[in-house]
């Protein structure tokens, strides 16, 4: 069953330093998103990718954040200067569609960890 | 704006017994409601969903009915088994044109025992 990927699954960074989270979406899907979960809280929305250009972003995606398809198979999300709250679990997905009959399937998540 | 809330956990439950998470949510228009489960170690996945008010989402044994009335999305389950130690997520996604972001509630971990 195909799958999403994503690398690394564990990022130990300083803060300030610059951080590249990749993701594998499954190949026929065309709408990516990443979600963030800091230990302890909710799964939070950051980001929605469609078309090679954002389609949403919640409040937390500030200029620190950028996201990109480089090569039309991977989706990476970018961090330029990290911060201890940064610190967090990070899930990417993607689906066939973006109405709620198309699920979205995540992978198994990127823990991030900055000191 | 929209938001679910669900039990906390953690949840312990012996094997066989029957298993209730509560999930309510606020939303505008009609929402589509999930249920999502993380298993150790492993990314989220879709358990079941319900698009329409009084639509019952069902897989592997759980269930949960979308009850516009109460805005509520429980998971139940008869009986458990200890493989169905995980973390549940309740998600709504919003109204169609409200584009495909899931919103999530905190999550709440199972833990069976045989």
């Known amino acids: 069953e195909p799958e999403v990927t994503q690398t690394p699954s564990h990022q130990v960074t300083q803060m300030g330093q610059e951080v590249i989270l990749r993701c594998v979406p499954i190949?026929?899907?065309?709408?990516f998103y990443w979600y963030r979960q800091i230990l302890g809280q909710k799964v939070e929305f950051l980001v929605s990718f469609y078309n090679n250009e954002i389609s949403e972003k919640s409040e937390i995606f500030d200029d620190q954040f950028s996201v990109e398809r480089p090569d039309g198979s991977n989706f990476t999300l970018k961090i330029r200067s990290t911060k201890l709250e940064d610190s967090a679990m990070y899930f990417c997905?993607?689906?066939?569609?973006?109405?709620?009959?198309?699920?979205?399937?995540f992978g198994p998540g990127t823990r991030l960890t900055v000191t | 704006g929209n938001s679910v809330t669900q039990m906390e956990g953690p949840v312990t439950l012996s094997e066989e017994a029957f298993l209730t998470i509560n999930c309510t949510y606020t939303?505008?228009?009609?929402?589509?409601l999930f249920w999502y489960v993380q298993y150790p170690g492993e990314g989220l996945q879709l358990l079941l969903k319900a698009t329409k008010a009084d639509d019952k989402g069902s897989n592997k044994g759980f269930e949960a009915t979308y009850r516009k009335e109460t805005t509520s999305f429980h998971l139940e389950k008869g009986s458990v088994q200890v493989s169905d130690s995980a973390v549940y997520f309740c998600a709504l996604s919003g109204h169609y044109n409200q584009g495909g972001k899931l919103i999530f509630g905190q999550g709440t971990e199972l833990s069976v025992k045989p």
């Open positions: 190949s026929n899907h065309l709408y």
């Open positions: 939303a505008t228009g009609y929402p589509s």
């Open positions: 997905a993607s689906s066939v569609g973006t109405a709620s009959s198309y699920e979205q399937y």
